[in-house]
């Protein structure tokens, strides 16, 4: 395959569905990054995400988990098994250490991987991260939860936890996000940060490898500030043997994505007077990415 030809893969052959960005010249040699977005889950984010890090002169795998072909259509108990094949397929064609790249709800998928497959993942990167599996959800005419997991491994659903209403409160979202001109559902996601399921929370210190988690302060969409300062809490507490970092930033919304990307205006933290310093902040982050990669 040439360098500068993407090689694309499907469920029903590879066991995933992806596709592989090669820079022309390898800065990050045995190394290669598998990114994969938040709750859109497809695959049309990633690859901009891989088309930044190439850019770059890192090898990167943009990885959808729902809602394309041959994969689920709701968040509900989404295999984490295509990312073990993922990352079995990039250790096959020589890449000896393979990191993950998440947001969001890709964020939670990422530091579960990690935590799933111990030195089939040598390195996670959580961006606007969670600390706990949640409940699974369906995006049709809105949202609506679903009991059970978001996530499944090896055909097992993956303990969760449970959000503290049966239905999906829009009238209380829609009103907050109008008061403070923001999309904002932290008051959903907080009580499961802070009094998780014992059993659902994401037990990072198995991840065999460096953690680098990314937030901002400004972020109301979910509260991925406490959920990271929950992570690292658990990682002293466990000695965790690797390198770990939280990166906090004073600017940037939710879709805190490491270059110019024109959805991020959706949010508080990057538009406005918050757009330049949010931008810079974000750019700031793909610079430590790369610095963080360097260093597995």
């Known amino acids: 395959m040439s360098k500068e030809e993407n090689k694309t893969y499907r469920v029903e052959k590879d066991g995933f569905f992806g596709e592989l960005f090669c820079p022309s010249t390898d800065r990050y040699p045995g190394k290669a990054l598998i990114c994969f977005s938040g709750s859109d889950g497809g695959i049309e984010l990633a690859k901009v995400l891989a088309e930044t890090f190439r850019a770059q002169g890192l090898t990167t795998l943009a990885l959808a988990y729902v809602l394309e072909e041959g994969l689920p259509k709701q968040f509900s108990r989404v295999p984490v098994d295509c990312l073990e094949a993922a990352a079995k397929r990039l250790h096959d064609m020589g890449y000896e250490k393979i990191g993950l790249w998440g947001i969001s709800k890709g964020a939670e998928l990422a530091l579960l991987a990690g935590s799933l497959l111990p030195g089939l993942v040598n390195a996670v990167v959580a961006v606007s991260p969670m600390n706990t599996v949640c409940q699974g959800f369906v995006k049709e005419k809105g949202i609506a939860f679903i009991p059970g997991s978001s996530w499944s491994f090896h055909g097992k659903e993956i303990?969760?936890?449970?959000?503290?209403?049966?239905?999906?409160?829009?009238?209380?979202?829609?009103?907050?996000?109008?008061?403070?001109?923001?999309?904002?559902?932290?008051?959903?996601?907080?009580?499961?940060?802070?009094?998780?399921?014992?059993?659902?929370?994401?037990?990072?210190?198995?991840?065999?490898?460096?953690?680098?988690?990314?937030?901002?302060?400004?972020?109301?969409?979910?509260?991925?500030?406490?959920?990271?300062?929950?992570?690292?809490?658990r990682l002293q507490e466990h000695d965790f043997p690797y390198a770990y970092q939280h990166l906090s930033y004073e600017y940037g919304g939710h879709m805190f994505v490491p270059m110019e990307f024109g959805q991020t205006k959706m949010f508080k933290g990057d538009r406005g007077k918050n757009k330049e310093p949010g931008l810079k902040a974000r750019l700031d982050s793909l610079q430590k990415t790369l610095e963080f990669v360097s260093q597995w």
Request: hydrophobic share 40%.
């Open 159 to 233: 303990p969760y936890s449970s959000y503290v209403t049966e239905k999906f409160p829009l009238g209380q979202i829609l009103r907050k996000s109008i008061r403070i001109r923001d999309v904002t559902m932290t008051d959903l996601y907080l009580p499961l940060v802070q009094n998780p399921n014992p059993d659902a929370v994401i037990r990072a210190e198995k991840i065999t490898g460096p953690i680098l988690l990314i937030s901002s302060k400004m972020d109301n969409m979910w509260p991925s500030e406490e959920a990271a300062k929950q992570i690292m809490k």
